[in-house]
Nanobody
């Protein structure tokens, strides 16, 4: 059974870089046909798709982020990392990594757990 665990700094200053890592066990991130996705849940708002890493290494990003996001992977550690820069107060909230079987860019009305396999989430506060 796949397990995903998010980790990150918890607190980041505005205009700096946020890096969050998802460590995966029970499955390889290079195994098709999976998409490894980052999802953001702002306080009291809908889920927001941040970007996805395909098993092949291809990446896709939410265009609304204006190229602030990137996703890297370390196949030796079986983990992938979201980098977001520069961070703004609107980036605060809970971040989840998800294993999915498709590229899912529209998440309005969905809740964590409605699809795929989810990590438990990690909280990010943006403050100076």
């Amino acid at each position: 059974q796949v397990q995903l665990v998010e980790s990150g700094p918890g607190l980041v200053n505005p205009s700096q870089t946020l890096s969050l890592t998802c460590t995966v066990s029970g499955a390889l991130i290079t195994t098709e046909p999976y998409y490894w996705t980052w999802v953001h849940r702002p306080p009291s708002k809908d889920l927001e798709w941040m970007g996805s890493l395909v098993y092949s290494g291809t990446t896709y990003y939410n265009p609304a982020l204006n190229r602030r996001a990137s996703i890297s992977r370390d196949t030796t550690k079986n983990e992938f990392t979201l980098h977001l820069t520069p961070v703004t107060p609107e980036d605060a909230g809970t971040y989840f990594c998800v294993r999915d079987t498709t590229l899912r860019a529209q998440l309005a009305g969905l809740r964590p757990g409605d699809f795929g396999s989810w990590g438990q989430g990690t909280q990010v506060t943006v403050s100076s």
